[in-house]
């Protein structure tokens, strides 16, 4: 099992870090699946719009809703998520199957045993490495819901790209 997650300290560096990393390896003809998280900057506002681009092919989805002002709930849209969990899953089935999973973020719902954390389970079954990202207050979660099989990879584009290829070499 190859299991994988990164962790940043600036906000939205690892959903830039993991969008890159996506359209480097999809450059070097890897065949990927997952979402990675491209955020719409809002200048109105002090919260940005959350969509993922859904991978191999790019369809982005709005995962985000807007509470109002004042509000201080979660602003996921678990609907928008499931559909694109969906979309990732029906992926791993494809002909041929991805080689990668890129998953933007382990968060909340995931720690929670929702969103992409079935499919994270679901990848790994089928022998496809998982890259995630991880925030830390879900690093507890992540770490016991990998089981000691997970490793933390810097925050370094090169690096993840290594340890991608060496993965992606060692289940084909």
Same mark, same amino acid.
Not at 75 to 104: F, H, T, W, Y
Not at 134 to 140: C, I, L, Q, R, S
């Given at each position: 099992?190859?299991?994988?997650?990164?962790?940043?300290?600036?906000?939205?560096?690892?959903?830039?870090?993991?969008?890159?990393?996506?359209?480097?390896?999809?450059?070097?003809?890897?065949?990927?699946? *997952?979402?990675?998280?491209?955020?719409?900057?809002?200048?109105?506002?002090?919260?940005?719009?959350?969509?993922?681009?859904?991978?191999?092919?790019?369809?982005?989805?709005?995962?985000?809703?807007?509470?109002?002002?004042?509000?201080?709930?979660?602003?996921?849209?678990?609907?928008?998520?499931?559909?694109?969990?969906?979309?990732?899953?029906?992926?791993?089935?494809?002909?041929?199957?991805?080689?990668?999973?890129?998953?933007?973020?382990?968060?909340?719902?995931?720690?929670?045993?929702?969103?992409?954390?079935?499919?994270?389970?679901?990848?790994?079954?089928?022998?496809?490495?998982?890259?995630?990202?991880?925030?830390?207050?879900?690093?507890?979660?992540?770490?016991?819901?990998?089981? *000691?099989?997970?490793?933390?990879?810097?925050?370094?584009?090169?690096?993840?790209?290594?340890?991608?290829?060496?993965?992606?070499?060692?289940?084909?």
């Amino acid at each position: 099992m190859h299991l994988a997650y990164v962790m940043t300290q600036e906000r939205g560096a690892t959903d830039r870090l993991l969008s890159e990393l996506a359209e480097k390896l999809q450059a070097k003809g890897f065949r990927l699946a *997952g979402i990675v998280q491209t955020n719409v900057e809002c200048y109105d506002k002090e919260l940005c719009d959350m969509d993922v681009r859904v991978l191999p092919d790019g369809e982005t989805i709005r995962i985000s809703q807007s509470l109002g002002a004042g509000a201080r709930g979660c602003r996921l849209n678990p609907e928008a998520l499931e559909r694109a969990v969906g979309k990732v899953s029906a992926a791993l089935q494809s002909d041929p199957r991805p080689q990668l999973m890129i998953v933007n973020k382990f968060g909340k719902h995931e720690a929670d045993g929702r969103g992409m954390r079935p499919i994270i389970g679901e990848a790994l079954a089928l022998g496809i490495p998982v890259i995630s990202g991880v925030n830390k207050m879900n690093v507890e979660p992540f770490q016991a819901f990998a089981d *000691g099989m997970a490793v933390e990879a810097g925050p370094n584009l090169d690096a993840l790209i290594a340890w991608a290829g060496q993965a992606v070499a060692e289940t084909a």
